[in-house]
């Protein structure tokens, strides 16, 4: 039940906008612009208006196919820069993203993580839900994002 609660948080701020927005708003299932992902039984990026729904990131390295070496912290700022990358690919940035769900395997990891999330977001503070659950490929976290369009 705990790793469906990012999921659960996504499909109704989705729910939420769509149903309060005036004109119809087509939904955009945006391609991966990483070969191996194009197959992928999800889109990196999901476009609702001027709102970009990104899947979740792991500290995942896209060019050596590993999780990012330095532990927690090494992970969260692959995870970001992979969240970056995709939103440049989609006509955002970090600076407009509005919310962030992180999971992360270990609670005892969140001051170090939290140490590479200021880094990434000096100025502008999304907000921000943090859970503790298990993951994939022994990750040690995962970040989702939503983001307005430039």
Excluded: W
Excluded at 30 to 35: A, F, G, Y
Excluded at 69 to 76: A, D, M, N, R, S
Aim: aromatic share 10%; with cysteine; glycine share 4%.
């Amino acid at each position: 039940m705990k790793n469906l609660s990012p999921l659960f948080l996504s499909f109704l701020a989705f729910l939420f906008i769509t149903c309060t927005t005036p004109q119809k708003t087509e939904i955009e299932f945006l391609e991966s612009k990483i070969e191996r992902r194009k197959k992928a039984p999800y889109s990196d990026a999901v476009r609702v208006g001027d709102l970009l729904f990104l899947t979740g990131q792991v500290g995942f390295n896209n060019d050596s196919l590993k999780l990012a070496h330095g532990g927690i912290q090494g992970e969260t700022r692959q995870a970001l820069e992979n969240i970056k990358a995709v939103l440049e690919a989609h006509d955002s940035d970090l600076e407009h993203v509005a919310k962030c769900t992180v999971i992360l395997t270990d609670v005892n990891d969140f001051a170090a993580f939290n140490e590479i999330f200021r880094q990434y977001f000096p100025k502008y503070k999304p907000a921000r839900t943090t859970l503790v659950a298990d993951l994939v490929i022994d990750a040690k976290i995962e970040i989702e994002v939503t983001a307005i369009v430039k």
